[in-house]
T-cell receptor, first 112, second 115 residues
Framework: GQNIDQPTEMTATEGAIVQINCTYQTSGFNGLFWYQQHAGEAPTFLSYNVLDGLEEKGRFSSFLSRSKGYSYLLLKELQMKDSASYLCAVRVSNSGNTPLVFGKGTRLSVIA | DTAVSQTPKYLVTQMGNDKSIKCEQNLGHDTMYWYKQDSKKFLKIMFSYNNKELIINETVPNRFSPKSPDKAHLNLHINSLELGDSAVYFC??????????????FGPGTRLTVT
């Protein structure tokens, strides 16, 4: 089976840094995605990692360690608009297909 | 210009009815998907189509039948609706099925409520 774990909720202060962790145990690994989803809206793509290491994109960075089955999303200089759910998703291998399997998401609340 | 669009945005219906949700993408992508997001916000793949051909059919009741008339459209028909079908259904698309780094673009979602 596929297992992707993230904390359910986190709270952080405006201007601070927050790290959202994701651990996975999946059948096959073809990369890990992070998506952002504001309440009542569609998920939007943030990052993709397939090799170990850190990928930086503006205020957002994503890290992957394949040997540990671990990733994190780092958000710097938090803004109120960063309040959203953050979804970790792994592209797995399943009977010749490679679907995207999502974790249950981490709901981040940014407070003043 | 809307990249991935879905209609309707809201759908309220009674148990036992049959309903359809339509999806269109204008990105020129080859691959389209249907996802279900339940009340706990868990997003799960239902189907994927590549160039009108069904590729993935996860463990979904056969009351759900997708149809792709062309690669820009993927519709979802649901027969004999049940209370447990209440959820938000997202359509998505990606450039192709086999480039693993391809991000998926999601439509705005259809909130289905079965009473």
């Amino acid at each position: 089976g596929q297992n992707i774990d993230q904390p359910t909720e986190m709270t952080a202060t405006e201007g601070a840094i927050v790290q959202i962790n994701c651990t996975y145990q999946t059948s096959g690994f073809n990369g890990l995605f992070w998506y952002q989803q504001h309440a009542g809206e569609a998920p939007t793509f943030l990052s993709y990692n397939v090799l170990d290491g850190l990928e930086e994109k503006g205020r957002f960075s994503s890290f992957l360690s394949r040997s540990k089955g671990y990733s994190y999303l780092l958000l710097k200089e938090l803004q109120m608009k960063d309040s959203a759910s953050y979804l970790c998703a792994v592209r797995v291998s399943n009977s010749g297909n490679t679907p995207l399997v999502f974790g249950k998401g981490t709901r981040l609340s940014v407070i003043a | 210009d809307t990249a991935v669009s879905q209609t309707p945005k809201y759908l309220v219906t009674q148990m036992g009815n049959d309903k359809s949700i339509k999806c269109e993408q204008n990105l020129g992508h080859d691959t389209m998907y249907w996802y279900k997001q339940d009340s706990k916000k868990f997003l799960k793949i239902m189907f994927s189509y590549n160039n009108k051909e069904l590729i993935i059919n996860e463990t979904v009741p056969n009351r759900f039948s997708p149809k792709s008339p062309d690669k820009a459209h993927l519709n979802l028909h649901i027969n004999s609706l049940e209370l447990g079908d209440s959820a938000v259904y997202f359509c998505a698309s990606s450039q192709d099925l086999w480039t693993f780094s391809n991000e998926q673009y999601f439509g705005p979602g259809t909130r289905l409520t079965v009473t």
